[in-house]
Nanobody
Framework: QVQLVESGGGLVQAGGSRRLSCAASASIFGINNMGWYRQAPGKQRELVAVITSSSRINYADSVKGRFSISRDNAKNTVYLQMNGLKPEDTGVYYC?????????WGQGTQVTVSS
């Protein structure tokens, strides 16, 4: 069964840090891109960060210098280290992986940043 399991969300004060993890099941192989989207209340889902199989990275302008994405291919896991969190970073964070023409999504994890 194909599954992405996210963890690490929660409540954090502004200026704080949080690390999200997303583990893809071993049945997913040949993974290309791995990344994170987020969706704030009343807003469209937006790309936060993506890392390719060759470790090329792109970030949304709003998180550059504060967030860091990484991956562990042996564990089929992608991470998002979030530092200097702001209230506007609040939302549901979804991980995804691209594998052989398919995109798989995590269930989402809530991150709430209090001011």
């Amino acid at each position: 069964q194909v599954q992405l399991v996210e963890s690490g969300g929660g409540l954090v004060q502004a200026g704080g840090s949080r690390r999200l993890s997303c583990a893809a099941s071993a049945s997913i192989f040949g993974i290309n891109n791995m990344g994170w989207y987020r969706q704030a209340p009343g807003k469209q889902r937006e790309l936060v960060a993506v890392i390719t199989s060759s470790s090329r990275i792109n970030y949304a302008d709003s998180v550059k210098g504060r967030f860091s994405i990484s991956r562990d291919n042996a564990k089929n896991t992608v991470y998002l280290q979030m530092n200097g969190l702001k209230p506007e970073d609040t939302g549901v964070y979804y991980c995804y992986v691209d594998s052989r023409g398919f995109t798989y999504w995590g269930q989402g994890t809530q991150v709430t940043v209090s001011s």
